[in-house]
């Protein structure tokens, strides 16, 4: 369970590294939010005891991947 919810964020972060490619007027929120990303997949691939994310953190990554969702075509 814990690297599924690694490779979730590892999508997420990836996500949001895109982002200057999309849009630049966001540089302190993106790389705030990145850090805070990067900060999660740490702390759940060095505990043995997490199995799944906090409400406020499944929240906080759901808004996200919405803010960041981009359309490909």
Not at 30 to 42: C, G, H, P, R, S
Not at 55 to 65: A, F, I, K, V
Request: with cysteine; net charge positive.
């Amino acid at each position: 369970m814990t690297n599924e919810i690694v490779n979730k964020l590892q999508k997420l972060w990836k996500r949001i590294d895109k982002e200057p490619e999309w849009y630049d007027q966001r540089d302190s929120y993106t790389k705030a939010v990145k850090e805070w990303v990067e900060d999660l997949i740490n702390d759940v691939r060095n505990s043995k005891v997490i199995t799944k994310l906090c409400r406020e953190d499944m929240q906080h990554c759901n808004g996200l991947w919405r803010d960041y969702e981009r359309n490909t075509k």
